[in-house]
């Protein structure tokens, strides 16, 4: 079973709107701090947002007050709402996971988690 799927990419207008999910297999969304990652064609991948069991939450500068994470446990599936969305979003997003761990900075810079999606693409046009 395939730990992290993701889904909800596309090809939006600058301004528009997309909702991404992480569908997690119970294993791997128990007791897991999860988070989005995003690579865009010749760049390094950067963390994006993060969250815990815990609910706390961290996000990097480039998306603060346009992005937000959550996630329903009854569901095992972590969500990015992204809004006000720039063409310097454009990128393949990625979920991440780790058991037993907490939602930072820190964890947004860090590329060795032990979960990972395949990645869905996100296309902001101007």
């Known amino acids: 079973q395939v730990p992290l799927v993701e889904s909800g990419g596309g090809s939006v207008q600058s301004g528009g709107s997309l909702r991404l999910s992480c569908a997690a297999s119970?294993?791997?969304?128990?007791?897991?701090?999860m988070g989005w990652f995003r690579q865009a064609p010749g760049k390094e991948r950067e963390g994006v947002a993060v969250?815990?069991?815990?609910?706390?939450?961290s996000y990097a500068d480039s998306v603060k007050g346009r992005f937000t994470i959550s996630r329903d446990n009854t569901k095992n599936t972590m969500y990015l709402q992204m809004n006000s969305l720039k063409p310097e979003d454009t990128a393949m997003y990625y979920c991440?996971?780790?058991?037993?761990?907490?939602?930072?900075?820190?964890?947004?810079?860090?590329?060795?988690?032990?979960?990972w999606g395949q990645g869905t693409q996100v296309t902001v046009s101007s």
């Open positions: 119970r294993i791997t969304y128990s007791n897991a701090c």
């Open positions: 969250i815990d069991t815990g609910g706390r939450t």
């Open positions: 991440a996971a780790d058991p037993d761990s907490q939602a930072s900075s820190w964890w947004l810079q860090l590329l060795t988690h032990n979960f």
